[in-house]
């Protein structure tokens, strides 16, 4: 595999499914779709993503995928998913989230 996830990033994942399936199961079947290809494009091209310096001093990139961020760290191999959040969160809330998730 060409990426890993970081193990809460799979909760990520679970939280917008269930939170997305909830009202519409068709809606977050599409997103995680969409989410799952953009997973299979970054290793090819790991600096597709944007740096968010406002967010992370870490050498982290950031891809959307529609309102949601996709935080990972293109030069790792393979290339490790950290996060997956919902871009309309407060930018210290996702600095603190992703610091939590620096150390592990």
Avoid at 23 to 47: G, K, M, R, V
Avoid at 57 to 80: C, D, G, H, M, T
Wanted: net charge negative; proline share 9%.
């Amino acid at each position: 595999m060409a990426y890993v996830f970081h193990p809460e990033a799979f909760d990520d994942l679970d939280q917008i499914y269930e939170y997305i399936g909830s009202i519409n199961p068709s809606a977050a079947d599409c997103l995680l779709d969409e989410l799952f290809a953009t997973f299979d494009l970054l290793p090819l091209f790991p600096h597709l993503g944007h740096r968010r310096p406002d967010l992370t001093s870490q050498p982290q990139r950031f891809k959307v995928v529609r309102s949601y961020l996709i935080a990972y760290a293109p030069e790792l191999k393979p290339l490790w998913i950290v996060e997956v959040i919902d871009g309309r969160r407060s930018p210290r809330v996702i600095a603190a989230m992703l610091r939590g998730r620096e150390s592990q």
